[in-house]
């Protein structure tokens, strides 16, 4: 298909103002070139008229498993825990995608354009999470950024697969005391490193070359604050001890699942830190779930918290994202937060809005027409467009 258009009469979700009626939204070579009320749709450029019908932006599930956790495979399908020891930064969720998931279709048919998809949470540092755009099913076509994030856990399931084999951590103060002695280390490394890079050449002769840890270089990166930690944490005690060590360490952290965070919700604002939230309705497997709320989401937009909703697939259904946001509208969130809680909240906490999250000029063509009101459960995606390109449903003239 083209990617070169016009999309008419719609009702247009920019997420950055109220919605605009009757809107068009000029797509040029896969980016939105011009958004509004009164746009001049260029003589011969293909129109579609979509009086009726709603567009927002592209989805975005901030947080999921998609192609590292496959689904109908069982156990061979895992690819998203390395159980081989508490700290196994040097992985990449990316190098264990399979592109043909069948939950890259299932997002694509309920508007998700984008995923970050991350390792499991069984080791207290799991690895590196990636950004992807369902643009095809080339690994290297839809990886926007193979490390996004350093995935670290607090709470019962770093505890339960090292207590299981009765190695450290057993406990909670385990996991914190393997956290923090971790990134000592890493702190020791990167003083030898930044020393020998320092060094001066003696009688003509360089310094020996310097030993180049991996794993240590792939966590040195969030300790100068050009990575985020993204931090499971359940409890509202896992959410402070992992905001606690952050501010130890002095980096960048977004809590992620963050269950019990309506409880603490006023705190957290004044620490400023972004949330992303999920997944919001489903079954309570644990003990850590069992004070989930659908109520947190409105808790945390009235005190103020930056956030985004995540479905946490296959562990939720990726098809349930929007589903999970309407639900969160009916017990008070705001429509406008709830839109952005999946689009420019996400791409902000991914920090990747300069591309995706809003309908703005110049920004990617990711796009979800619906065939009405969005937050009607009855109304659904009838076109999802990444790059403008429709990848799941059509568009009629």
Not at 51 to 75: L, M, Q, R, W, Y
Not at 82 to 91: C, G, L, M, R
Request: charged fraction near 25%; glycine fraction near 8%.
């Amino acid at each position: 298909m083209d990617t070169t258009y016009a999309l008419v009469n719609a009702k247009v979700f920019t997420v950055t103002g109220p919605p605009v009626e009757k809107g068009t939204v000029l797509v040029r070579d896969g980016k939105i070139a011009q958004v509004g009320k009164n746009v001049n749709v260029p003589d011969g450029m293909k129109t579609f008229n979509l009086s009726g019908k709603s567009v927002t932006p592209g989805f975005i599930d901030a947080h999921c498993h998609v192609g590292v956790f496959n689904e109908g495979v069982g156990e061979v399908g895992n690819d998203g825990n390395d159980y081989s020891n508490p700290i196994t930064a040097e992985v990449k969720a990316a190098d264990g995608i399979y592109p043909d998931d069948e939950g890259f279709t299932d997002a694509l048919s309920s508007g998700i354009t984008s995923l970050c998809i991350g390792p499991g949470s069984a080791n207290v540092i799991g690895g590196q999470m990636a950004l992807v755009k369902i643009r095809s099913n080339i690994l290297d076509e839809i990886v926007v950024n193979d490390y996004c994030g350093l995935k670290c856990a607090f709470g019962e399931n770093p505890k339960r697969v090292y207590g299981s084999r009765n190695t450290m951590p057993t406990t909670r103060m385990g996991v914190a005391a393997v956290f923090r002695k971790t990134l000592t280390d890493v702190l020791n490394y990167k003083r030898s490193r930044d020393h020998h890079a320092s060094k001066k050449p003696e009688n003509d002769n360089p310094p020996a070359p310097f030993k180049v840890d991996y794993q240590k270089e792939v966590i040195a990166e969030v300790l100068s604050g050009r990575q985020q930690l993204r931090a499971h944490a359940h409890r509202a005690d896992d959410i402070q001890t992992a905001i606690r060590l952050a501010e130890e360490f002095g980096v960048d952290i977004v809590i992620e699942h963050a269950t019990e965070a309506h409880k603490i919700a006023e705190w957290i604002a004044k620490k400023g830190v972004s949330l992303i939230l999920g997944p919001l309705n489903h079954f309570k497997s644990k003990v850590e779930l069992r004070d989930a709320s659908v109520e947190g989401p409105r808790i945390l937009e009235e005190a103020g918290v930056h956030f985004a909703i995540m479905t946490d697939a296959p562990v939720r259904k990726i098809n349930a994202l929007f589903d999970d946001v309407r639900l969160a509208v009916r017990h008070g969130l705001s429509r406008e937060t709830a839109l952005k809680s999946i689009t420019l909240n996400a791409a902000r906490i991914l920090e990747a809005d300069e591309n995706i999250g809003s309908i703005e000029n110049g920004k990617d063509a990711d796009l979800v027409v619906f065939d009405g009101d969005p937050f009607d459960f009855m109304s659904a995606p009838v076109a999802t467009i990444v790059d403008g390109k429709v990848r799941h449903g059509e568009l009629t003239a």
